[in-house]
């Protein structure tokens, strides 16, 4: 949920393109063995991307898809450098399964924002 809170916040900034993020539930079998946790979510109809990484992949500039980056400097910057939400993917701007950076984690924090090739871009159009 908090990342659905984030990309509202994106979107209220009026950047070229909106972002949504898939809403998604764990179940939980308490009747079986370990009582099994399960991730489920929508399917998403059309051509599935991984935009960038927890590791600092970033999709190369070939594929011409800047808001995903975009999204992700922008939660860091308006955070006041206290997270960052990465491991963007899905079709088109609907994403899912993102995971959120926090400042306890600086070194991934400082791998995913260093690898993040648009800001002077970014500075331009949002800041």
Known sequence: MDTKLWGEEFNRHHPPK???FFQ???L?????PDKPLYHIENFIEG???KYNSNSGFVLG????RHTPQAFSHFTFERSGHELMVVDIQ???DLYTDPQIHTVSGTKLISLSFSSLVYLTLLSLVFF
């Open 90 to 92: 899905g079709v088109g």
């Open 28 to 32: 939980e079998f308490v009747d079986r």
């Open 61 to 64: 500039d070939d594929a011409q």
């Open 47 to 49: 051509n599935y991307v």
């Open 18 to 20: 909106q972002i949504d």
């Open 24 to 26: 998604m539930a764990v």
